[in-house]
């Protein structure tokens, strides 16, 4: 796994927060199983000095994607809220560049390169190469490795750091992300 890392590779980790876990207000089976995996993978980027970025929904109240206002999802991630937050036990180092998304009023933002200017700073850091997971894989990681390489940038999903919301939405996601050349590792 940590030979597999090289300059110019980044760590992009997507949503991994409590309500997206067993327990939380938009719960995904098993989500909270990508935590030992990612941290295994955050050990390996900080030894080698790959640098780690991290999504996280952070939704207003009342937010335009949520049931009460004809959106699809039960309210979630709403901001300071302890579902809000990453889960406990991911081990986030200090030198995480952290990505908010999902705070617009008008629309939601699946993708963290949606209207974040994330692409522009992995240019900046001079990333070509991202290695993803997080949640869900059929909705915001779907969203964020298509725009990734809609950017130009390799992608590398790790398998086992990521779970669906539905086990078809999975599947379809899947497929997707093979067909725009993701690479499954
Ligand atoms: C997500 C549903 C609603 C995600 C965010 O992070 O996959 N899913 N908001
Ligand atoms: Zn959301």
């Known amino acids: 796994m940590t030979e597999r890392l090289q300059p110019g590779d980044a760590l992009l980790i997507v949503d991994v927060q409590v309500d997206f876990c067993p327990g939380g207000a938009l719960p995904i089976a098993e989500g909270d199983r990508v935590v030992p995996v990612l941290n295994r993978w955050i050990e390996a980027a900080q030894a080698?000095?790959?640098?780690?970025?991290?999504?996280?929904?952070?939704?207003?109240?009342?937010?335009?994607?949520?049931?009460?206002?004809?959106?699809?999802?039960?309210?979630?991630c709403v901001q300071g809220t302890e579902g809000a937050r990453f889960h406990p036990e991911l081990r986030l180092p200090d030198s995480t560049v952290k990505i908010a998304k999902g705070v617009r009023f008008d629309q939601d933002q699946y993708s963290a390169f949606d209207?974040?200017?994330?692409?522009?700073?992995?240019?900046?850091?001079?990333?070509?190469?991202?290695?993803?997971?997080?949640?869900?894989?059929?909705?915001?990681?779907?969203?964020?490795?298509?725009?990734?390489?809609?950017?130009?940038?390799?992608?590398?999903?790790?398998?086992?750091?990521?779970?669906?919301?539905?086990?078809?939405?999975?599947?379809?996601?899947?497929?997707?992300?093979?067909?725009?050349?993701?690479q499954f590792v």
Do not use: N
């Open 48 to 76: 080698q000095k790959i640098p780690i970025y991290a999504s996280y929904d952070w939704h207003p109240l009342g937010h335009v994607s949520f049931k009460e206002r004809g959106g699809p999802w039960p309210p979630h």
């Open 115 to 182: 209207q974040t200017g994330l692409a522009v700073r992995l240019r900046q850091d001079g990333i070509k190469r991202l290695w993803v997971g997080g949640l869900a894989e059929d909705v915001c990681v779907l969203a964020t490795v298509l725009d990734a390489r809609k950017e130009g940038f390799e992608v590398m999903l790790i398998a086992e750091a990521t779970r669906p919301v539905t086990p078809q939405g999975g599947e379809e996601a899947r497929r997707k992300m093979r067909d725009a050349g993701v």
